[in-house]
C-alpha cells in the first residue's frame, strides 16, 4: 500500500503546485492587464490614496482641491472637489475613479501624482509612504484668470446658444481664458454621475471646428499685403459680387460697395474683395501652397501644441465636405470661398486666438501653453514655462499694417460693438452660413491694446441670427476688458 | 520507548509553537498598527491567549500521545494563527467567534485523546458511523426543505435556535473512518480478478455493488444538497482510498469515466453546476453579477502582487466595512490572504498544507495495520484535495467549489472537524512512530 501513497502523496502534492502556478500567473503576469481594468476596484482605491496636488488659477484661486476622508479600516482617500463647478470644467477637466480623468487633470497628472520628480524626491515619497503616509503630489499653477473666466462663461450663458472663449497673452502664448459652454460640474464627474456621452462634455473652446467665415480675412490681407502686389490702399471695384466656378459670391445683405480699397474692404468685410484677392493668390487654381502654407504656419493643420490632452484638441484646416475628416494642406481647394472662411474650411477658437495673437505679436506665433509653474508641497519649484515662438507666420510690417485695418474694423466697421473706452482695439467680426436653417456661427476676433496687446482673444456663437459683430463682439469686450482690469 | 526520543519530540513541537506564537504577535501588531497607527501590547496578549490554546493541546499529547508527530499540531496551529489573524483584520468580532470555536476544536482534541485510548475500537462501529454519518447528511436536507435554510444555494447548514452548523463537516469524517473499516475488511475482494469484462479483470459484482453506492451517494448529494464542493470532495477521497486498498488504477480511471460523465450531465441538467461552469470559463461577461465574486477574488488576489500590501492594508473593505469580495472570511480567504501577503505568503501557506499533507501521508506509510493506514491517508487526502478543490476555484484553475479553507476559513464546524481530524491523525502517527522504533 506504501507504493500507493506514494502516488497519492504525488497527485496531492502537484495539485498544491498547479494552484500556487495559478496564483503566481494572477499576481505576477496578469496584474498589470488587470490592474488597468476600470471595475478593479483596488485601482480606484489606491489612486484615492494619492493626495493629488492643487490646481490654481493666475491669481492663486484654487480650481481643484482634496476633501480628505478617513475609512473605516483607518485608510486615508481624497477625493477630488472643484469649488469652480462649472466655470472651468473643460479645461481643468476632472480627476476621477471612476470616469478617469480629462484636462489638465489629466495632461499634468505626472505633476499631481508626485511621479514627475527626481530620484532625492522619489525616495522621499517612497519612505513617506512607507512611515503610512500618503503620497502627495505637486501643486500646478496654470495661468487661466478666474475674472475673465467668469465674464466670458457668463457672457456666453446670457446668449442661450452653445459657444466658446478663447484668449491668450500675445506675447507669451499663455492661455488666459478657455471657455466653453454649456458646461457641467466637475463634481459629478468624481461621483460617477456625468452623463456618458453629451455635447457639454466637448470643449467647443479647443475641440469645436466652425467655419471662420470673414474673420479668416486679415490673413487674406495680409498675405496681399506679402505678395508685394498690394497696399492697404490699394483700390478695388465692388460689384456687390465675385464669380468662381461660373457662381457668384455675394456680398452680406446684397451690399454694393463700387470703388473701394483693402482697408475698407476688411472695415465693412467686402467679400467680393476678398474672394478675388483669394482667387488671385492662388492664379485661381485649387492648389494653393501660398494659401495654406501660411495657414500652416499660423498652427492649421496640426493639432496644436498646447499642454492638453490630444484627445480634447483639435486641428484646424480644411476638412471633406460634409465630414469632419481633416484634409492635407495640398488638397486642392475653392480658393475663393476659402478666403471668405467658407468653403469646408473649419477652426477651433483655440486656433483663431492663435491668428489674433499672430497678429498682435509682430506676425510670430508663440506655443500656447496652459502651465506657468509646478511646485512641491515644500514650495521647491518643479517646472516653470518659458516663452517659445511657434513660427513667423508674418512679417512685422505686415501685421502693423494689418494691425491698422482691424482697428478699424472695431473703430468705424462691423465690430464697433467691440469698443472700449479709453482701449484701442483692433478686431475682425465673422458670420458663417452653417447650412441650417439659415442659422449662422457668429466671430470675433480681436486683440487689445492694440499698440501694446494684452489679449487675444476669439469669441463663436454658435447656431445664432445675429452677425459675428453683435452676437461674439460685445462678448470679447467684456472678456477684454476683463483681462485688462485684472493685470492693471 | 526511550525517554530522550519522547522529550525531543515533544520539545521540537513546542519550539515550534513558540514560533508560531511569534507569528501570531507579528500578524496582530500589523494589524493593529494598519488600523490605529499604534504599537499595542494587545497583540502580545493574543499571541499569549492563543499559545495557551495551543500549550494545552501539547500537554494533551505529551501526557498521552508522547509519540505523536512534533510537526502535525505547530503546522495546524500556523494555519489557524495565519486564518484568525485575517478574519481579525477584516472583522474583529468575528476573530473573537473563531478563538471561540477553537478553544472549541482544541476541547474536542483534547476530549477526543482522552476518552480514545485506542482509536482502532473505532473499527468496530464502522457501521454505526457510517449509518450516523448518512443520517446527518439527511437529516440536513430534510431540515433544509422544511426550515427553508438555503445558503448561496446550497443545503448545507442546520438551524438550531441561535445555532448553525454543518454536520457534513462531521459526517466528512465519519465516512473517511467508515470506507477505512469497509476498505480494509474488503480490499482483497475488491483486488480480486475473478471475473474479466471486456478483456479487464474486476471481482464479483455483488463485491462492486457497496462501491457504486457510495459513488452514486456522492453524486446524490450533489443534487439533494446542491453542493458541488462536498460531493466532489467524497468522490476524490473515496476513489483515493480505493486506490490505496486495491492497488489498482482500474478503479481511478473507472471512477473518473464516471465522474467525467456525471459532470457533464449535471452541467447539462443542474442549474447550480451550470452557473459556476460558466462563470469559470467566463467571469468577465457578467463582472457586476453572476461573475462579481470570481473577478473581485481575482483583482485582490492580483492587487497582492509578489510581496503584498501587507497584513491590514490591502483594501478588502469597501468604506462602509463592506468586503470588497463576498464570502472573504470563508471560502474566499485565500483571496485575503493573497492580497494582503502576495505570492510570497500564499508559497508558504501552501507549503504548510505540503507538510501536513506529507506527514499525514507518512503517518499512512508508518501504520502498521491497513485500517490505520487507509484512515491516516484518508483524513490527509480529505485535507488536501479540498484545499486544492477550493483554492483552484478561486484562482480559476478548476470551477468554483464553495467549501472552506481547512483551518483558516472562518467557520465553527469546519475548524472543530478538522481538530478531531488532527487528533485522530496524531493518535495513529503515535502509535505508528512507536510500532516504528520498536
Known amino acids: 500500500m506504501n507504493r500507493a501513497i506514494g502516488h497519492v502523496y504525488a497527485v496531492l502534492a502537484f495539485g498544491l503546485v498547479v494552484v500556487l502556478g495559478f496564483t503566481a500567473y494572477w499576481q505576477l503576469w496578469a496584474e498589470s492587464s488587470l490592474a488597468a481594468r476600470r471595475d478593479n476596484a483596488h485601482q480606484i482605491v489606491q489612486q484615492l490614496s494619492i493626495k493629488r496636488g492643487l490646481i490654481l488659477a493666475a491669481d492663486g484661486t484654487k480650481l481643484a482641491i482634496n476633501r480628505g476622508e478617513t475609512t473605516a479600516d483607518g485608510r486615508h482617500v481624497y477625493e477630488r472637489r472643484y469649488p469652480t463647478r462649472k466655470m472651468f470644467a473643460h479645461i481643468i477637466g476632472y480627476s476621477s475613479a471612476t470616469d478617469g480623468r480629462a484636462g489638465v487633470e489629466r495632461s499634468a497628472n505626472d505633476y499631481l501624482v508626485g511621479a514627475h520628480t527626481d530620484l532625492g524626491g522619489a525616495l522621499q515619497s517612497e519612505l513617506h509612504s512607507l512611515a503610512g503616509g500618503s503620497v502627495t503630489g505637486d501643486d500646478v499653477q496654470v495661468s487661466l484668470l478666474p475674472a475673465a473666466q467668469r465674464t466670458a462663461m457668463s457672457a456666453l450663458a446670457a446668449t442661450g446658444k452653445p459657444g466658446a472663449v478663447f484668449a491668450l497673452e500675445p506675447r507669451t502664448g499663455r492661455v488666459l481664458v478657455s471657455a466653453s459652454w454649456p458646461s457641467f460640474d466637475p463634481n459629478k464627474a468624481v461621483q460617477g454621475s456625468l452623463p456618458k456621452a453629451g455635447s457639454a462634455l466637448v470643449n467647443r473652446a479647443t475641440q469645436g471646428l466652425y467655419p471662420p467665415g470673414s474673420s479668416i480675412k486679415p490673413v487674406i490681407a495680409a498675405l496681399a499685403l506679402e505678395s508685394g502686389k498690394y497696399q492697404p490702399t490699394s483700390t478695388f471695384n465692388d460689384p456687390g459680387y465675385f464669380e468662381e466656378y461660373g457662381r457668384r459670391i455675394y456680398n452680406d445683405s446684397g451690399e454694393r460697395f463700387g470703388r473701394t480699397n483693402l482697408t475698407d474692404a476688411l472695415t465693412h468685410s467686402i467679400n467680393s474683395v476678398f474672394a478675388g484677392l483669394g482667387s488671385a493668390l492662388c492664379n485661381a487654381r485649387a492648389r494653393c501652397p501660398a494659401l495654406t502654407g501660411a495657414l500652416q504656419k499660423l498652427g492649421f493643420y496640426s493639432i496644436p501644441p498646447l499642454d492638453y490632452p490630444t484627445e480634447q484638441l483639435a486641428a484646424s484646416g480644411t476638412v471633406r465636405s460634409g465630414t469632419s475628416h481633416l484634409l492635407s494642406p495640398n488638397a486642392p481647394i475653392d480658393p475663393a470661398r476659402t478666403a471668405i472662411g467658407q468653403a469646408n474650411l473649419v477652426a477651433t477658437p483655440m486656433q483663431m486666438a492663435m491668428v489674433a495673437g499672430a497678429f498682435a505679436n509682430g506676425g510670430v506665433v508663440m506655443r500656447p501653453t496652459l502651465v506657468d509653474r509646478v511646485r512641491s508641497p515644500s514650495g521647491t519649484l518643479r517646472y516653470e514655462r518659458h516663452n517659445e515662438p511657434l513660427s513667423r507666420a508674418f512679417s512685422a510690417s505686415t501685421a502693423s499694417a494689418v494691425t491698422e485695418m482691424m482697428k478699424h474694423v472695431v473703430d468705424e466697421g462691423t465690430g464697433r460693438e467691440a469698443q472700449i473706452p479709453g482701449v484701442q482695439i483692433a478686431g475682425k467680426t465673422g458670420t458663417a452660413q452653417t447650412g441650417v436653417n439659415g442659422d449662422l456661427d457668429a466671430w470675433f476676433i480681436a486683440f487689445a491694446p492694440a499698440e501694446d496687446p494684452q489679449v487675444a482673444i476669439a469669441v463663436v456663437v454658435e447656431r445664432t441670427k445675429q452677425y459675428g459683430g453683435q452676437a461674439a463682439a460685445p462678448i470679447a469686450r467684456d472678456v477684454m476688458k476683463a483681462v485688462l482690469d485684472a493685470s492693471s | ?438
Open chain 2, 1 to 438: 520507548m526511550s525517554a530522550a526520543g519522547l522529550r525531543s519530540s515533544r520539545n521540537r513541537e513546542l519550539g515550534l509553537l513558540l514560533l508560531v506564537a511569534c507569528v501570531v504577535a507579528v500578524g496582530f501588531t500589523s494589524v493593529l498598527v494598519a488600523r490605529s497607527g499604534v504599537v499595542s501590547t494587545l497583540s502580545l496578549t493574543y499571541a499569549a491567549a492563543f499559545l495557551g490554546l495551543l500549550g494545552v493541546a501539547h500537554v494533551a499529547l505529551r501526557i498521552a500521545l508522547p509519540d505523536a508527530d512534533p510537526v502535525l499540531l505547530p503546522a495546524a496551529g500556523l494555519l489557524v494563527a495565519v486564518g484568525i489573524v485575517e478574519i481579525y483584520r477584516l472583522d474583529p468580532t468575528r476573530a473573537r467567534d473563531q478563538a471561540i470555536w477553537l478553544a472549541v476544536g482544541v476541547f474536542c482534541f483534547v476530549a477526543l485523546l482522552t476518552v480514545l485510548s485506542d482509536y482502532r475500537s473505532l473499527e468496530r462501529y464502522r457501521y454505526l458511523i457510517g449509518i450516523a454519518s448518512l443520517a446527518a447528511l439527511a437529516l440536513t436536507i430534510v431540515s433544509s426543505y422544511v426550515t427553508g435554510t438555503v445558503v448561496n444555494g446550497a443545503r448545507v447548514w442546520i438551524r438550531v435556535g441561535g445555532l448553525s452548523f454543518q454536520p457534513g463537516e462531521f459526517a466528512k469524517l465519519g465516512l473517511v473512518l467508515f470506507m477505512a473499516a469497509f476498505l480494509r475488511e474488503k480490499r482483497e475482494l475488491l483486488a480480486s480478478r475473478e471475473r474479466r469484462v471486456l478483456g479487464i479483470a474486476l471481482p464479483r459484482l455483488r463485491h462492486l455493488l457497496p462501491l457504486a453506492l457510495m459513488g452514486g451517494g456522492a453524486l446524490a448529494l450533489l443534487v439533494l444538497m446542491n453542493d458541488f464542493g462536498t460531493s466532489l470532495l467524497f468522490f476524490g477521497v473515496f476513489l483515493a482510498m480505493l486506490y490505496l486498498a486495491t492497488s489498482r488504477l482500474i478503479y481511478v480511471v473507472g471512477g473518473l469515466a464516471v465522474f467525467v460523465l456525471g459532470a457533464y450531465v449535471s452541467y447539462r441538467l443542474v442549474p447550480h453546476v451550470t452557473d459556476r461552469v460558466d462563470i469559470w470559463l467566463h467571469p468577465w461577461r457578467d463582472v457586476y453579477g453572476a461573475g462579481y465574486q470570481s473577478v473581485q477574488a481575482l483583482y485582490a488576489i492580483a492587487d497582492g502582487g509578489a510581496f503584498g500590501t501587507g497584513l491590514g492594508r490591502g483594501y478588502l473593505l469597501t468604506n462602509g466595512g463592506q468586503p470588497v469580495v463576498p464570502a472573504i472570511q470563508t471560502d474566499y480567504i485565500y483571496a485575503a490572504i493573497a492580497n494582503e501577503t502576495g505570492l510570497a505568503g500564499i508559497a508558504a501557506l501552501l507549503l504548510v498544507y505540503l507538510l501536513v499533507v506529507q506527514r499525514g501521508l507518512k503517518t499512512a506509510s508508518l501504520a502498521g495495520d491497513g485500517f490505520s493506514k487507509l484512515l491516516a491517508a484518508g483524513l490527509t487526502i480529505a485535507l488536501g484535495l479540498q484545499v486544492f478543490l477550493i483554492v483552484g476555484g478561486i484562482v480559476r484553475a478548476a470551477p468554483l467549489t464553495g467549501i472552506t479553507l481547512p483551518f483558516v476559513s472562518y467557520g465553527g464546524s469546519s475548524l472543530v472537524a478538522n481538530w478531531v481530524a488532527l487528533a485522530l491523525l496524531c493518535a495513529i502517527s503515535d502509535r505508528a512512530r512507536r510500532e516504528a522504533r520498536a
